[in-house]
């Protein structure tokens, strides 16, 4: 069964910067797709990164490209989302979400994936 762990969510100051953390455990990722999602209060829940665990191919939501890194740490089983310059309008839950997905096709559509974590709420004040 996955296991998805995040951390590192927080009040910052805009322009700031957070490190998310997500543990996954309880099997292999080989051939996952691993994603970053948020959702603010009365808004739909919306894509923001994703990695691929084999290879790390990396894919960004336009609107936050240039802002966000992500990568993963294969041997912490672990992904990070560096997000800087933050705005007020990031202030969100970040949720951390696991597809077998071998093509990467789809990243964008929450509705793939079937494994997600708690989630970590980012607050940005301004």
């Known amino acids: 069964q996955v296991q998805l762990v995040e951390s590192g969510g927080g009040l910052v100051q805009a322009g700031g910067s957070l490190r998310l953390s997500c543990v996954a455990s309880?099997?292999?990722?080989?051939?996952?797709?691993m994603g970053w999602f948020r959702q603010a209060p009365g808004k739909q829940r919306e894509f923001v990164a994703a990695?691929?665990?084999?290879?790390?191919?990396?894919y960004y939501a336009d609107s936050m490209k240039g802002r966000l890194t992500i990568s993963r740490d294969t041997a912490k089983n672990t992904v990070y989302l560096q997000m800087n310059s933050l705005k007020p309008e990031d202030t969100a839950v970040y949720y951390c979400?696991?597809?077998?997905?071998?093509?990467?096709?789809?990243?964008?559509?929450?509705?793939?994936?079937?494994?997600w974590g708690q989630g970590t709420q980012v607050t940005v004040s301004s």
């Open positions: 979400a696991a597809d077998w997905n071998p093509s990467g096709l789809g990243y964008r559509d929450g509705r793939r994936y079937n494994n």
């Open positions: 309880g099997r292999t990722f080989s051939n996952y797709v």
């Open positions: 990695i691929a665990w084999s290879g790390g191919r990396t």
